[in-house]
């Protein structure tokens, strides 16, 4: 508190004024004493405000119904009078600081316990407001008191009288009018639209995440207002350092939609806490007794100069609508210098060990990391090394015969070869998604990519099977270690929406068209040079890749690495690599023998406990909230069936291309490179353009149609199909869909996710994907090569053994597509919609 200055009034009807306690929207605050010696807090309002004959009117109104506001979290009103020519409300002094002060000024943000009980304590108080009939409108945590029995909210509805004053033009003008704290107002505050309970709510998520983080939710407002009122309104928060039991609560009070927020009620049921308990550590509890003890030995200095302000009656016969005319003795001066919480120190020694930070000095509060100049540069290069996972994917698979003929492999050994990758790179990628959340994704880039470019080596230089098979090994290996560090590093580095958007669809075009490229790679080396050449080309490829990533990649900075999750790993892992082996069992050795039996129950075993581990782990590689999240959920599952209806039919694609319709392998891997083209148009040109005005589940839906129409059209091949009007346009449109697709499946899965669990949310994307397309093959080669061997047993002319198969591959064109319109309707059962959201574009003219 600061001492009172000369132009500072004496006394407020019953009260003494007998110190400054600061400024707030409306005024300046007083520390005031009644006749009986009771402490209270005056609010005294602005003489701009005063004159104002609608302010008076909606003040007495707001005051009227704070009186009614109970319960023992917030700061009671005991007094007031609207009608003097200087309107006061007098309410109940809290003897504490208030929250800013704890957390910028002195202690560093809470432990866990306490943002637990200051999320009960707040969501009482606000659910007192609101059963009062008000709206806070201004809950933030200088509006919060930190006291020993808990945390109390100050100035409830009084903020309310402003609004209607923001169309008057003599206070529209003013510079930065605006009813709330930029720092924590919700999104239909921002756009000014009309508020409800629910806005106050994502204010309380706003004023959580502060007090566990010690940073506001978007960032600082001394980059530009418009900027920062942009980010409230269009970017996903960033939770990162949010206790691991609230996260999902303060997530969903932060939610952009009113109406998909909890009630006070719900928040104060589901954080309900021992009220007997300490909510504050003890040094913190100690420093508030002695806060409290020295107001009462405070000595008012009065200086001689002050006079109170006289107490003008009010005429009765003046019109209702003129104010009372304001005494020329009162004209407030600005406010002094004023720290809410002076004398209010730092315990004794360090900081308690059970807070997860050290205290912070206001200038050291973090900011969030500004947008990289370079970060379209490392875009290209995290497009780059994703091409490359799926180069080494695809074209290797175009070589296995070539390769059978070189090295002499048996029909198990080719399988062998086959699934050792597939194997590898599935049961790594949540290793690899967790690696890059602790490690660092820039850093496991730069792994991966000297791993792949070893194995590409070796698998070039191989003499017999077995080298082969452990360097195909190897690149699935480092493979799952790329795949998910690319992903998430896209996820952290583009949060602004439109160029979100914009990553996603580069990204997401890649993906989609990158094994449709590799095919065609594949069949031209194949053609024109040789496999090992095909794998050697490997290597130039990683150490390009790796330059760029040492020059040009950028990670945001996060907070330090949680322990790995030891447990996680091995059942996620190993329910991944268990099912995959399974899968690609079942056709050669029956899917009732014991060993696929064993394997397939066990891996659906290990990744339940794996998902159990997640909900139960202190540290998860994988939190519940990835999993449980309806938006998240429908589209993993979308991405699963997907896998199963179209990545395991690329091989039939190049059957008919090269059996069918006779075409050289070079020729053939040609004939998918209109493909790719189209995955490059729905992810760049459709699905980045939509993704930021509409809801995701608008694209999915699109590009999952997409997809089974053009799995639909191939279903009409036949042996005299010409490309141009056989396979062409279906496999047009499946492009087409792929890319419309996946953009918003990569943006809603890791949308919304804390940093440091981007990349298991990355990896859950690829698990999905890589399940779904060993579950398609797996279904696939049985119901082919079951048509061979029916048909080889028999005396049937080659001729018809092609026509069986044809009409087989006629058969898994209608199933992919079926599967793919299952995708659809699970994507859109369980993506929620979202109206659009309208974009807060800057003011130039506030600007200037």
């Known amino acids: 508190m600061d001492q009172l200055i000369a132009e500072d009034p004496t006394r407020m009807g019953p009260y003494r004024l007998i110190a400054r306690l600061g400024a707030g929207g409306m005024g300046l605050v007083y520390l005031g004493r009644s006749e009986a010696g009771r402490t209270v807090a005056v609010k005294v309002v602005q003489a701009e405000y005063a004159g104002h004959p609608e302010f008076r009117r909606r003040f007495a ?41 704890v957390v910028a000024q002195h202690f560093g943000p809470l432990p866990e316990h306490s943002v637990h009980t200051l999320a009960n304590r707040l969501a009482l108080a606000l659910q007192a407001v609101h059963e009062a009939g008000l709206i806070h409108r201004d809950l933030k945590p200088s509006n919060v008191l930190v006291t020993v029995d808990g945390p109390r909210v100050i100035d409830f509805g009084i903020a309310r009288a402003m609004d209607s004053l923001a169309e008057e033009h003599s206070l529209h003008t003013r510079t930065g009018m605006l009813i709330g704290s930029p720092g924590f107002m919700s999104p239909e505050q921002v756009r000014g639209l009309e508020l409800t309970p629910a806005s106050d709510v994502f204010c309380l998520g706003a004023v959580l995440v502060y007090a566990a983080t010690g ?37 969903a009070c932060l939610h952009k939609d009113p109406a998909r927020r909890p009630s006070p009620r719900e928040v104060a049921e589901r954080t309900a806490t021992d009220q007997a308990a300490e909510w504050l550590p003890g040094a ?36 209702r609508d003129q104010p009372p005319p304001l005494p020329p003795a009162y004209a407030p001066g600005p406010p002094a210098p004023f720290d809410p919480a002076r004398g209010f120190g730092p315990p004794p020694g360090a900081a308690p060990s059970s807070w997860p930070l050290p205290p912070p000095s206001p200038a050291a509060l973090p900011d969030p990391a500004p947008a990289h100049p370079r970060r379209w540069w490392g875009l290209a290069v995290v497009a780059l090394v994703q091409l490359m996972v799926l180069l080494q994917a695809a074209n290797f698979s175009i070589a296995i015969p070539a390769v059978q003929s070189d090295l002499r492999l048996s029909a198990d050994g080719v399988r062998t070869m086959a699934n050792a990758y ?59 270690l790329l795949t998910p560090a690319a992903l998430s590093l896209v996820a952290t580095g583009f949060t ?39 794998l050697y080309l490997g290597v130039p490829v990683a150490v390009v890749a790796l330059i760029g990533t040492l020059t040009l990649v950028h990670e945001r ?48 075993l290990l990744l339940a406990g794996f998902l159990w581990r997640q909900s139960a782990g202190s540290h998860p590689l994988l939190p519940a909230y990835v999993f449980t999240d ?58 980045a353009r939509l993704l930021p005005r509409v809801a995701p589940r608008v694209p999915i839906l699109a590009g999952l149609v997409l997809t089974a129409v053009g799995l639909f059209l191939l279903t009409g091949l036949g042996f005299h199909s010409p490309y141009a009007t056989g396979a062409l346009p279906g496999m047009l449109l499946i492009g087409l869909g792929l890319g419309t697709a996946f953009v918003p499946i ?97 003011n130039p003219a506030a600007d200037a």
């Open 422 to 480: 597939a194997i590898a790179f599935g049961a790594v990628l949540l290793i690899g998604g967790h690696i890059a959340d602790r490690a660092g994704r820039r850093r496991t880039l730069i792994v991966g990519l000297l791993g792949c470019a070893a194995a590409s080596a070796l698998g070039g230089s191989a003499g017999e099977s077995g080298t082969l098979v452990w360097a195909r090994v190897l690149q699935g290996v480092f493979g799952g």
């Open 284 to 319: 913190v509890l100690a420093q508030l007794g002695r806060h409290a003890a020295e107001l009462l030995d405070y000595a008012p200095v009065i200086p001689a100069q002050a006079q109170a302000p006289a107490q003008t009656p009010v005429p009765q016969d003046r019109s």
């Open 557 to 604: 900075p996060g907070r330090a690495a949680a322990p790995f999750d030891v447990p996680g790993v091995l059942l996620g892992s190993g329910g991944v690599a268990a099912l995959i082996c399974g899968l690609g069992e079942a056709r050669p050795r029956g899917w009732d023998t014991p060993l696929v039996l064993v394997l397939l129950v066990g891996g659906v």
């Open 215 to 251: 940073r506001h939710l978007f960032g600082a407002t001394d980059t530009g207002l418009n900027a920062h009122l942009f980010r409230v309104a269009e970017e996903e928060a960033d939770l990162t350092g949010v206790p691991e039991a609230l996260v999902d609560l303060v997530r």
């Open 61 to 101: 109104r707001e005051v009227a119904a704070a009186r009614r506001v109970g319960g023992n979290c917030t700061a009671a009103v005991l007094d007031a009078d609207p009608e003097a020519a200087i309107p006061w409300v007098a309410t109940q002094y809290i003897p504490g600081p208030d929250l800013h002060a």
């Open 746 to 842: 990569f943006a809603t899965v890791t949308g919304g996710v804390a940093a440091e669990h981007c990349g298991g949310a990355a990896a859950a994307v690829f698990t999905a994907q890589a399940l779904g397309t060993a579950i398609g093959a797996a279904l696939l080669d049985t119901v082919l090569s079951g048509r061979v061997d029916l048909l080889r047993r028999g005396s049937v002319l080659p001729s018809a053994i092609e026509r069986e198969l044809l009409r087989a591959y006629t058969v898994n064109f209608w199933w992919a597509a079926g599967v793919v319109l299952l995708a659809a309707l699970a994507a859109g059962l369980m993506v929620r919609s979202r109206a659009p959201r309208d974009a807060v574009r800057p």
């Open 496 to 534: 602004a929406p439109k160029e979100r958007g914009r990553a996603f669809g580069i990204y997401a075009a890649i993906v989609a068209g990158g094994t449709a490229l590799g095919t065609a790679e594949g069949g031209w080396l194949l053609e024109a040079l040789s496999w090992r050449v095909s």
């Open 630 to 687: 309806p938006n998240r959920a429908g589209s993993l599952l979308g991405m699963l069936l997907l896998g199963a209806g179209v990545f395991a039919l690329y091989p039939v694609v190049g059957y008919y291309l090269q059996v069918v319709l006779r075409h050289a392998p070079a020729t053939a891997g040609l004939d998918f490179l209109p493909m790719a083209a189209a995955a490059v148009v729905g992810a760049t040109q459709v699905s």
